[in-house]
Every structure is written in C-alpha cells, then in structure tokens.
C-alpha cells in the first residue's frame, strides 16, 4: 500500500527566525525528493515536522489524508521510516539484532520476530552489500559502516514512505552511489508505490538521482519541483550564497562552482 504525505502551509521557525515561510506541497508515491540547501537552512527541522516529530509554527501535515498527530504510534510506525542524521549505539549488540529492531512495528502476539521479520533483515543487509557484517559488533563498525546499517534498519521496516536525514553522510562517494542505487531500487521493485524524501549536501548526486527537490535558502523561501528544473545553477548559486555554472560534456551535467579569475 503507498502512502501520500501532504504538507499545507507549513511555517517553520528557529527561535525568532524563520526557516520556511509558508510550504504547501504533496509528496506522492512514486517519487524520491531531495531536500537541499545551505547549512541552517532547515532542512533537519523540516523532515523531523514531516516525521510528526517536532510541531510547526503554522500549517498542517497529513498522510494518507490523516493529521500526523492523529495517527496511533505503532500505525504510523508501519507507514513512515526515519533515520536521523546521527545514531548513537551505547551497548554491544551484532549488525542483524541492530537491524531486526526496526521490525518492532510489524511485531505481534508475544513480540518475537518471526521468520519473515529475520528475512526482511537479511534481504535489508544484502541490499547495501552488508551481509557479511550480519554478526559483527555494531561497535566495532566505523562511521560509513555504521551510516549504511542505519539505512538498512530503515528498509528493514519497510514503510512506503522513507524520511532520510543526511543518509550519505560519512560515506565515500562508491558507497553513496550504491546508497543511491539501493534506494532507486527498493523504490521501483513495488512499482511505483513507495516514496523516498532525504536531505543531501551534493547537488550533482540529487540531480542524478532524485526526481524532485526542494530547495530551501535560509531565508523562509522554499523552492519545490522536478530536481534538475529546481537545482539550477542560478537558483543553487542565489540559495547558497556563491556562483555556481551548468557544465555538459558527452550527455552528462554537472554543477561547478564559479571561481573568480
């Protein structure tokens, strides 16, 4: 089943500044969102108001036509995954166990994982090149290790809606293309039923790969649509306060920045 996350006159605020002024936009299924903009911008603030985790200074999200602050916990657990910027594992425990407990929302009876929930895990690891790690301590993993287990244990859950902060994070560009792919994937393996929104620093990786972005500037004003008409040079250059060009070259385009003479 898909899920369809819509946000109307959304206001975000930072103490007294404001980070979005006023965002109505639907997110359907089918589509994979990214959110980009300078540092401070709000981007981190804005997937954890689509998440229903923190409230806006106006305006309303729903999913599937739902409040997000009407949804039971464990409902909206099974329509929406979030992974956070940062994870912090304080106890030992291997990568699988690490990953099952993102099972928790399909649990029932007595709570114990069943067999379809140990495959999803597995079939998780294996999508991001992990099944190697399955009995490694999680604590002996590094930081891109680390990232991309946190990615699969948000698969794992397997929601058809997907909230991603900063997924590529601490991961060499190899390792983000193959984030990349795997999402791309998982996305269309349902046809066209799921619906990924991360938050990515590199605008080249967001135009290769997103359908659509949201551009935010810093100053309240959000820029949404397909990602290569949203992600230009000259709306890239105005929201990260430096001149940036289109560069082509045998079918492929890049943004580069500018630099004087």
């Given amino acids: 089943m898909n899920a369809r996350l819509r946000v109307t006159g959304l206001m975000l605020k930072?103490?007294?500044?404001?980070?979005?002024?006023?965002?109505?936009q639907t997110f359907a299924p089918?589509?994979?969102?990214?959110?980009?903009?300078?540092?401070?911008?709000?981007?981190?603030?804005?997937?954890?108001?689509?998440?229903?985790?923190?409230?806006?200074?106006a305006g309303s999200v729903s999913l599937d036509g739902v409040d997000l602050a009407d949804w039971r916990a464990a409902d909206l657990a099974r329509r929406r995954g979030l992974m956070p910027q940062s994870s912090h594992d304080a106890f030992d425990a291997t990568v699988l166990d690490i990953v099952m407990l993102n099972r928790f929302p399909h649990l029932t009876g007595w709570g114990w994982e069943s067999e379809a929930d140990r495959h999803a895990a597995h079939a998780a690891l294996?999508?991001?090149?992990?099944?190697?790690?399955?009995?490694?301590?999680?604590?002996?993993?590094?930081?891109?290790e680390?990232?991309?287990?946190?990615?699969?244990?948000?698969?794992?859950?397997?929601?058809?809606?997907?909230?991603?902060?900063?997924?590529?994070?601490?991961?060499?560009?190899?390792?983000?293309?193959?984030?990349?792919?795997?999402?791309?994937?998982?996305?269309r393996e349902r046809g066209d039923t799921r619906t990924v929104i991360f938050s990515c620093h590199d605008?080249?990786?967001?135009?290769?790969?997103?359908?659509?972005?949201?551009?935010?500037?810093?100053?309240?004003?959000?820029?949404?649509?397909?990602?290569?008409?949203?992600?230009?040079?000259?709306?890239?250059?105005?929201?990260?306060?430096?001149?940036?060009?289109?560069?082509?070259?045998?079918?492929h385009e890049a943004l580069v920045p500018r630099f004087p003479n």
């Avoid at 294996?126 to 891109?144: C, E, I, T």
């Fill in 146 to 187: 680390r990232q991309r287990v946190a990615l699969a244990a948000t698969l794992c859950q397997d929601a058809p809606l997907l909230l991603l902060d900063e997924p590529l994070s601490h991961l060499d560009l190899h390792h983000q293309i193959d984030c990349l792919h795997a999402l791309n994937a998982w996305m």
């Fill in 30 to 57: 089918g589509e994979m969102w990214c959110i980009a903009g300078p540092n401070g911008a709000g981007k981190t603030t804005l997937i954890g108001a689509l998440a229903g985790l923190s409230k806006a200074a």
């Fill in 126 to 144: 294996d999508r991001l090149g992990l099944a190697a790690f399955a009995a490694r301590d999680v604590l002996s993993l590094s930081g891109g």
């Fill in 203 to 251: 605008l080249n990786l967001a135009r290769r790969y997103a359908t659509h972005a949201l551009l935010l500037d810093g100053a309240g004003r959000a820029h949404a649509g397909l990602a290569r008409d949203v992600l230009s040079a000259e709306r890239a250059s105005a929201a990260f306060g430096y001149p940036l060009t289109l560069i082509r070259e045998g079918g």
């Fill in 14 to 24: 930072a103490a007294s500044r404001t980070l979005v002024e006023s965002l109505t």
